[in-house]
């Protein structure tokens, strides 16, 4: 069983049924990482791995902090004994530092999980944040905009985004713009 099936199945017992848009929209940044085979070769399956298990510190079965990469990455460490790379894509998802700095918990993802390889963590970030909660696919800034709209201004999730904005946009435009070199290639 590779990477990737195992973690849809543990995905899938975490969150299908107990939150169930949260897994419509796993399913879907799956999906988009399964799509960046062209540019990532051997490593999709890696990849579509963490795109599966991004999420899962939702989970209420996992809720220790309320910060869902740093949740979701010791239960992947220390529960399900995952591989290194995948719980610290899982816990670096998405320019998480920055919400962890807002929820004062920046000293414990550092200090538990190291930075994963850019260009990993940049295809994680697009594939999420390209992604509706709903698992279609969207547009960055109408991702962003979403994101702003379910939490609110004044939020500690809202205030993240914001200031992860430009790491989002740069992770986004990398990963498109390695994707249009790969298409220009294949003419």
């Known amino acids: 069983m590779g990477q990737a099936e195992w973690a849809h199945d543990l995905a899938k017992q975490l969150l299908a049924e107990p939150l169930p848009r949260r897994w ?3 399913q879907g940044v799956a999906a988009r990482a399964m799509a960046l085979a062209p540019i990532l070769g051997d490593e ?3 990849l ?6 991004h999420d899962v510190g939702y989970s209420p079965e996992l809720v220790d902090t309320g910060f869902h990469p740093l949740d979701g990455a010791r239960y992947l460490r220390d529960v399900a004994n995952a591989d290194d790379t995948l719980c610290r894509l899982v816990a670096h998802h998405s320019c ?7 929820r004062h918990l920046y000293d414990a993802l550092t200090a538990e999980f190291d930075e994963e390889r850019p260009e990993l963590v940049e295809a ?12 279609t696919h969207l547009q960055v800034t109408e991702r ?14 809202s ?9 989002i946009l740069a ?11 790969v298409g220009d290639m294949s003419k």
């Open 159 to 167: 205030r993240s985004i914001t200031a992860s904005t430009p790491c």
């Open 96 to 102: 998480a530092v920055n919400e962890a700095a807002e």
């Open 48 to 53: 579509t791995a963490a795109a599966y298990l």
């Open 44 to 46: 999709t399956d890696k």
């Open 171 to 181: 992770a986004v435009r990398a990963v498109e713009s390695t994707l249009a070199s």
């Open 124 to 135: 994680l970030t697009y594939c999420d944040m390209t992604t509706g909660p709903d698992g």
């Open 144 to 157: 962003l905009a979403e994101i702003h709209s379910r939490y609110g201004p004044e939020h500690l999730v």
């Open 24 to 26: 419509a929209h796993t």
